[in-house]
């Protein structure tokens, strides 16, 4: 079995650009000033500042994310995100959390604390709807598989699980925002990649939303 990933240890975990990386980049605009919140090891925050030039911040709750980070160069504290921040009103210009909403106590404050430190905030998650998972959760009667990552139910780091209508829910409670983008990593199955384009609370499996304060 896996380490168990509610320790956040990236000592292990490889340097490699996930799919959602790209997407969250292009979002950004060149040369903004940017938070990356709980940012692991670094490597999206290198991604922002090597293809848009971006002056980036992040902070990590892991002691282990923090080093590798500060080891890469970047400027990086540890800490919640799910409390308040210690960030100015508007200090940024964008406000970005990374498949890491699902994990966290206060997914509300989150949300809140972005939209008061940054114009524009870029979350994205895993979609607990897509179709496999509902498949998983009719004729199996367990917690699907593919969205625990290789651990356990009771290990994993992922006690949030969210859909996409669950997600605008959330917004609609913290109030104040409104969504500017929408985002997707392809499966790599053209039909699905397909429907996800009808039906993406289905067939989507990441999401990558942008917002901006209304």
Same mark, same amino acid.
């Given at each position: 079995?896996?380490?168990?990933?509610?320790?956040?240890?990236?000592?292990?975990?490889?340097?490699?650009? #996930? =799919?959602?990386?790209?997407?969250?980049?292009? @979002? @950004?605009?060149? !040369?903004?000033?940017?938070?990356?919140?709980?940012?692991?090891?670094?490597?999206?925050?290198?991604?922002?500042?090597?293809?848009?030039?971006?002056?980036?911040?992040?902070?990590?709750?892991?002691?282990?994310?923090?080093?590798?980070?500060?080891?890469?160069?970047?400027?990086?504290?540890?800490?919640?995100?799910?409390?308040? &921040? /210690?960030?100015?009103?508007?200090? +940024?210009?964008?406000?970005?959390?990374?498949?890491?909403?699902? &994990?966290?106590?206060? /997914?509300?404050?989150? %949300?809140?604390? &972005? $939209?008061?430190?940054?114009? $524009?905030?870029?979350?994205? +998650?895993? !979609? +607990?709807?897509?179709? #496999?998972?509902?498949?998983?959760?009719?004729?199996?009667?367990?917690? /699907?598989?593919?969205?625990? +990552? =290789?651990?356990?139910?009771?290990?994993?780091?992922?006690?949030?699980? @969210?859909? *996409?209508?669950?997600?605008?829910?959330?917004?609609?409670?913290?109030?104040?925002?409104?969504?500017?983008? %929408?985002?997707?990593?392809?499966?790599? &199955?053209?039909? *699905?990649?397909?429907? =996800?384009?009808?039906?993406? =609370? @289905?067939?989507?499996?990441?999401? *990558?939303?942008?917002?901006?304060?209304?």
């Amino acid at each position: 079995m896996r380490n168990d990933n509610r320790d956040y240890n990236y000592t292990d975990i490889p340097s490699e650009k #996930r =799919g959602e990386y790209e997407k969250v980049t292009d @979002l @950004l605009p060149s !040369n903004a000033k940017v938070v990356d919140l709980a940012c692991g090891n670094g490597v999206l925050m290198q991604m922002m500042v090597a293809e848009k030039n971006c002056l980036v911040e992040g902070i990590e709750i892991s002691p282990s994310g923090v080093t590798i980070c500060q080891e890469r160069g970047l400027k990086v504290q540890q800490g919640r995100i799910d409390t308040k &921040m /210690p960030f100015h009103d508007d200090q +940024f210009d964008a406000a970005v959390c990374n498949v890491t909403i699902q &994990m966290v106590m206060y /997914p509300e404050v989150l %949300v809140s604390e &972005m $939209k008061r430190i940054a114009k $524009k905030q870029i979350i994205s +998650f895993p !979609n +607990f709807a897509y179709w #496999r998972n509902r498949l998983d959760m009719v004729l199996m009667g367990r917690m /699907p598989k593919r969205m625990l +990552f =290789g651990y356990k139910w009771y290990n994993t780091g992922h006690i949030h699980q @969210l859909s *996409i209508s669950d997600f605008k829910d959330l917004l609609e409670d913290v109030g104040g925002l409104k969504i500017t983008n %929408v985002r997707y990593v392809p499966v790599g &199955m053209k039909i *699905i990649d397909s429907l =996800g384009n009808i039906f993406p =609370g @289905l067939f989507r499996k990441t999401v *990558i939303i942008e917002t901006e304060r209304t």
